[in-house]
C-alpha cells in the first residue's frame, strides 16, 4: 500500500483512497480473509463516491446500498454496512471527519428459512432409523424440544420426579415434563447417549439419519421446531409451549416455532355459512 499523503492530514481533504488505504492498514489486525472482505467492499464502494472524504453523504451510501441489495441478501448488505459504518467511524475518531454513515439504517434481514420435521418424517425416522442410539438422540430432541447445546449439557442430574430442569440461554431455568418417550429414554440409557458428542457430530448424526430413511436433510433444531408445531396441533396454549422452549416472548414462538401445515388447513373454513 502507498504511504499516506501529506494532504491526508487535512482530514476533510483527505482522498477516498488515503482514507481507504488508512483503514485497511489499521485493520492488519484481522484476520486475511476479514482485511480481504474489508479490502473489497470499499473498492466496490469507492465506485460510487467523490474523490475527497469529506463530500461523502448519505446519499452516496444510500445508493450503493440500494444497488448492492439488488444482487445480494439483506443480510450480506447488512454485512457491508457494518463495513462502512467501521471505516467511517474510525475516519472520524482519528481525523475529525464527518460521519455521513451514523444515521445509515440496516436493513430488515428476513429470518432463516426454518426446517422443521413434519409429523410424517418424525414417524418415518421413529419407525425405521436402525441405530438405536440415533434414534434416541432425535426421539429425545423430538419430545424436550431442547436447544443442541442444552441437550448436550445434560446430566442424571437434570432429572427428577419425572421433570428435566436445565439453564437454558441467558442462564434462564425452565423445567419440562417428561412424557412416556422421553422418560424411557432417559431412565434406559442414562443419558449415556450423549457421549463423545458435540455441535458438529449431532449435526452429522441427523445427516446420517436423513439419509438413511430418504428424508430431507434437517437439523437438531428441526427437532426443537417438531416438538413446538405438535404441541400447537394438539392445541396447548402458546403461552405453555413458550414457556416449555424458554422464549421471553411468546411473539418469538409464535413467529418461529409455530408452522401450519396445508394438511391443517383442510376443511377449516367449513364453518362458514
Known amino acids: 500500500m502507498q504511504e499516506i499523503s501529506k494532504k491526508a492530514v487535512a482530514g476533510e481533504g483527505m482522498l477516498v ?75 472520524e475518531d482519528t481525523y475529525g471527519t464527518a460521519n455521513p454513515a451514523a ?46 447445546q442444552e441437550f448436550l449439557s445434560l446430566t442424571p442430574s437434570n432429572i427428577s420426579n419425572n421433570m428435566l430442569h436445565i439453564e437454558g440461554k441467558g442462564r434462564n431455568a425452565r423445567s419440562i415434563p417428561l412424557n412416556k418417550t422421553a422418560a424411557e429414554i432417559a431412565q434406559r440409557t442414562n443419558l449415556n447417549m450423549i457421549k463423545s458428542l458435540d455441535r458438529n457430530r449431532m449435526l452429522y448424526i441427523c445427516r446420517l439419519a436423513a439419509k438413511e430413511v430418504d428424508i430431507p436433510v434437517f437439523t437438531p433444531h428441526s427437532c426443537r421446531h417438531y416438538f413446538a ?12 409451549i413458550a414457556k416449555l422452549l424458554g422464549h421471553a416472548s411468546i411473539e418469538t414462538t409464535i413467529k418461529i416455532y409455530i408452522h401450519i401445515w396445508d394438511d391443517d388447513l383442510i376443511g377449516i373454513t367449513d364453518c362458514l355459512e
Open 17 to 91: 483512497c488515503d482514507a481507504v488505504n488508512s483503514y485497511l492498514l489499521y485493520c492488519t489486525r484481522h484476520s486475511h480473509h476479514t482485511q480481504g472482505y474489508y479490502r473489497r467492499t470499499l473498492q466496490r464502494l469507492s465506485q460510487y463516491l467523490p474523490v475527497n472524504i469529506g463530500d461523502i453523504s448519505a446519499e452516496h451510501l444510500e445508493k450503493f446500498i440500494i444497488i448492492s441489495a439488488k444482487c445480494k441478501k439483506n443480510s450480506s448488505v447488512n454485512v457491508e454496512i457494518d463495513v462502512i459504518k467501521s471505516w467511517l467511524g474510525w475516519m
Open 103 to 148: 444515521k445509515i439504517k440496516y436493513l430488515k434481514a428476513s429470518p432463516p428459512a426454518q426446517r422443521v420435521l413434519s409429523q410424517g418424517e418424525y414417524e418415518i425416522l421413529r419407525d425405521r432409523l436402525s441405530s438405536q442410539r440415533y434414534k434416541d438422540i432425535i426421539m429425545f430432541l423430538c419430545h424436550t424440544g431442547l436447544r443442541r
Open 229 to 240: 408445531t405438535a404441541l400447537h396441533q394438539k392445541n396447548v396454549p402458546i403461552g405453555v
